[in-house]
């Protein structure tokens, strides 16, 4: 059974900082992709940032580039999302997903990701 668990979010005012972060267990393999998405309402579920296995690669929606930055902790299987400058059009739930692969890649698509989290709901007030 894989479990992706999120935490970290809440409320924030625009300008602020927050840290998500993601762990997951098990998973049958050591190597695996992980991205962040968001889904505000109304709106679909769009990839926020992802990193490959082994972190070489990584991918960022255009309107979090140089403010958020994603990072992952192998030996602890969490991957972390540090959101700086945050804005309000920012709060979403936002949702970490897995995927077990043996290439050092990932993506930024719903339909590449295998395992979801429950979410974690992220508010920035103006």
């Known amino acids: 059974q894989v479990h992706v668990v999120e935490s970290g979010g809440g409320l924030v005012q625009a300008g602020g900082p927050l840290r998500l972060s993601c762990t997951t267990s098990g998973l049958t393999s050591d190597g695996y992709a992980m991205a962040w998405f968001r889904q505000a309402p109304g709106k679909e579920r769009e990839g926020v940032a992802c990193i490959s296995r082994t972190g070489i690669e990584t991918y960022y929606l255009d309107s979090v580039k140089g403010r958020f930055t994603i990072s992952r902790d192998n030996a602890k299987t969490t991957v972390y999302l540090q959101m700086n400058s945050l804005k309000p059009e920012d709060t979403a739930m936002y949702y970490c997903?897995?995927?077990?692969?043996?290439?050092?890649?990932?993506?930024?698509?719903?339909?590449?990701?295998?395992?979801w989290g429950q979410g974690t709901q992220v508010t920035v007030s103006s």
């Open positions: 997903a897995a995927r077990e692969t043996k290439y050092d890649l990932c993506s930024g698509v719903v339909g590449f990701y295998t395992y």
